[in-house]
């Protein structure tokens, strides 16, 4: 990109291209000019002093023509001969004349002996500089000749050149400062225009290049708006999702992943290979499929939950150019589909063990292979699991009403009641049980607005057991108190202990799943379902509330249950 620094060389190397070959170009004319204008003086000058000399000689105001007397009147740079007509030299204010060879052949000489005057402008090997020769005639018939060494062009130069240098730089210095200020008047405005401020005013050349510069900075304003916004929809919505979410570019680096993803696979995913997160064999498979261009579904286990993946290509102009990977948690759901099937199976077996014994005995007596004395045992044994078949069904309907959240609808509470008096009722039902179990009500009186008839259920379930697994002669106790939940909220806790065999400590996390039991056999042959405990726990969730197990062996069991009033 050219900046500001690119426009400043331009300027520079601009003035420097314009003013140095005119500084050039202008020192050589003028060069030449002066050394012209010089020359011509010179000659003049010449000429000037060989006519003075002569009319001196003509007038008489100088006798003869003797060297001696001209070195006072000429220069050094000029020499004078005299020459005779034969051509011989008579006198020379440089050289002994004698020594001089004969002269007639000299132009100037040849012309000045014919015309009075001549001159000649040759080169001297012997000076290395051409030489200008004015002869005039005397009146004596001899003639004199004047000569100078006339400065070559080159001479001219070797003086003008380092003036010329001089002016050269000096100019340059000259034109590099007003570039400098030229370009920083030029600049300034340009560098310091705001773009945000409303009317821009530079130069009006640039006037059409600024609007546009605006009405774009608007639309980018605008589409940076829109942008923003739908960033902040989609992070509204993917950041609430409860599914683990993972945009992974078509190299399967992660693009952009969701707070949930982050909590599944750590804080740092972004531009990991997601193939590097889950090394699974199937989610590796099925990321390689998707970015193919193929819809996938996977199971996977990670840190101990179950997730539902699914993968979707993300296609651009018909290619496939990434993926979008959702993570659904599915452990909840795996694990009610678990206890789903348990469930059918546990039934499907328990509703058969009473159903055989009917079966069995009823043929038995159909077919005559029971005696006459054991008919009414039979028939004992066939009402018992008869009646163990209802309460089991009983149970199971329950049990799916709690499931469906049928149950939590019926006996809606309108008034408050008293849970004292309720407590007492269901105590009521086990006055004279056979195995001669006191049980006892304690505590406070108060009035709550849960569901009565689930109240109800909860208790008879949880004082049968205690009387059920009871010693002869144990007791029951039913304490009934005020306490305050977890959040503060009022609550109530019931909590029904017993004197009688306890639970092993081994199954105290399982006592409340459907169907467990700690002895089958004891908890058939006392009539239990399996599912008391079950239902206890339902109907205590249905109100916010928690059950407390606090057992041993041998020692009794307390079950205490809070439930909001
Ligand atoms: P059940 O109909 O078999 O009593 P529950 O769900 O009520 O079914 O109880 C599950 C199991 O827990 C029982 O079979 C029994 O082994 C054990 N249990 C429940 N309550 C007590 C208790 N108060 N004392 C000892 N064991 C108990």
Redesign the pocket.
């Known amino acids: 990109m050219r900046g500001e620094g690119d426009l400043r060389k331009r300027i520079y190397s601009g003035f420097i291209l314009l003013i140095l070959p005119c500084v050039l170009v202008l020192s050589v004319l003028l060069s030449i000019l002066f050394h012209n204008a010089a020359k011509t003086q010179e000659l003049a000058a010449v000429r000037d002093h060989a006519i003075l000399i002569s009319d001196l000689l003509s007038s008489g105001v100088i006798g003869d023509v003797r060297f001696s007397d001209y070195s006072n009147l000429s220069p050094e740079s000029t020499r004078i001969t005299v020459i005779a007509p034969d051509g011989s030299v008579l006198l020379d204010s440089r050289t002994a004349a004698a020594r001089m060879e004969n002269h007639s052949d000299r132009p100037e000489i040849i012309d000045a002996f014919a015309n009075g005057v001549g001159e000649s402008m040759r080169y001297s090997a012997t000076l290395r500089t051409d030489m200008y020769y004015y002869a005039v005639r005397l009146n004596d018939g001899n003639v004199l000749r004047v000569s100078k060494a006339v400065g070559g062009l080159a001479g001219v130069f070797a003086v003008a050149l380092p003036v010329a240098a001089a002016v050269t730089t000096l100019v340059l210095c000259l034109a590099g400062l007003t570039a400098q200020s030229l370009t920083k008047r030029i600049i300034t405005p340009l560098s310091s225009i705001d773009f945000d401020s409303e009317n821009i005013t530079v130069y009006d050349e640039l006037q059409p290049y600024i609007e546009k510069i605006d009405r774009q900075k608007n639309e980018i304003a605008e589409k940076m708006a829109q942008l923003s916004d739908r960033a902040d929809t989609i992070n509204a919505i993917t950041g609430n999702m409860k599914e683990g979410l993972i945009l992974v570019g078509n190299d399967a680096s992660v693009l952009t992943a969701n707070n949930s993803a982050r909590m599944i696979f750590g804080e740092n995913i972004e531009k990991r290979n997601v193939m590097h997160l889950c090394r699974d064999a199937n989610f590796q498979g099925a990321v390689k499929k998707c970015l193919s261009g193929a819809n996938e579904e996977a199971q996977l286990e990670l840190g101990g939950r179950v997730f539902s993946v699914y993968f979707s290509p993300v296609h651009s102009n018909g290619n496939a150019r990434g993926a979008v990977i959702l993570f659904q948690d599915a452990t909840e759901r795996n694990i009610a589909e678990r206890q789903r099937r348990e469930f059918s199976a546990n039934v499907s077996h328990e509703l058969k063990t009473p159903l055989t014994t009917i079966s069995a005995l009823s043929d038995m007596i159909e077919n005559g292979i029971a005696k006459e004395g054991d008919i009414k045992s039979f028939a004992a044994r066939i009402s018992e699991q008869s009646r163990r078949l209802l309460m089991l069904i009983d149970d199971i309907i329950r049990l799916s009403e709690f499931d469906e959240g049928s149950a939590d609808k019926e006996g809606a509470v309108v008034e408050p009641w008293e849970l004292w008096e309720l407590a007492a009722t269901v105590i009521e039902a086990f006055r004279g049980n056979p195995r001669g179990v006191d049980v006892r009500l304690t505590g406070e009186r108060f009035e709550i607005s849960a569901n009565r008839r689930m109240v109800d259920e909860l208790l008879y ?1 949880l004082i ?3 009387v ?2 009871n010693r002869d002669g144990g007791s029951v106790t039913v304490e009934l108190s005020l306490a305050e939940g977890d959040a503060g909220s009022p609550t109530c806790k019931i909590s029904v202990s ?1 004197t ?4 092993p400590a081994p ?1 105290h996390d399982r ?2 799943e459907r169907f ?4 089958n056999s ?2 058939k042959k ?1 009539g ?7 239902i ?1 726990k339902h109907i205590t969730e249905a109100h916010g509330g928690r059950l407390e197990l606090e ?1 041993a062996e041998g020692e ?2 307390t ?1 205490t249950c809070y439930i909001m009033r």
């Open positions: 379930n049968d057991n205690g059920k697994y017993d009688g065999i306890g639970i199954h006592i409340f467990y039991r700690v002895d004891r908890s006392t239990g379902t399996g599912l008391g405990l079950s206890v057992s009794g069991t079950v």
